[in-house]
């Protein structure tokens, strides 16, 4: 009887260490997000186009709007002259802090954190973020 009142107590306390240390999620942390890019990025044919269609836009960051300019002929200058590249460092460049949410306001504005386009951008920054 003993025996039988001492499993079902283990029982009970495995069950109420489960209970109270339950699983949950406050946040989502996507480590290396450029991971399953294999093939080099290209920043005429894969970045910019993002920046063309996303980011300089009336309003936002065109010529003579908000910083940096990413105008399809400006944007590489003003991006890694402008303090806003770290190449192969994608985790501390404002411009990947900015898209992936770690530095506010989370670009593009009203969009939230885009996947496909920080993969990109975390790939090129990593790959050395050259003007190719």
Not at 17 to 33: A, D, H
Not at 61 to 74: I, M, Y
């Amino acid at each position: 009887m003993l025996k039988k009142k001492t499993a079902l107590l283990s029982v009970g306390v495995t069950a109420m260490l489960l209970l109270f240390s339950g699983c949950y999620k406050t946040t989502t942390l996507v480590v290396n997000p450029g991971a399953g890019i294999t093939t080099e990025m290209s920043y005429a044919n894969d970045i910019n186009p993002i920046f063309t269609k996303s980011c300089a836009l009336a309003g936002c960051h065109v010529s003579g709007g908000k910083a940096p300019d990413l105008t399809k002929d400006n944007s590489y200058k003003s991006l890694s002259g402008g303090g806003y590249l770290k190449a192969g460092d994608p985790d501390n460049s404002v411009l990947y802090q900015w898209l992936s949410g770690k530095k506010s306001p989370v670009m593009p504005l009203g969009s939230g954190p885009d996947q496909a386009i920080n993969a990109k951008v975390y790939a090129w920054i990593k790959q050395g973020a050259k003007n190719n």
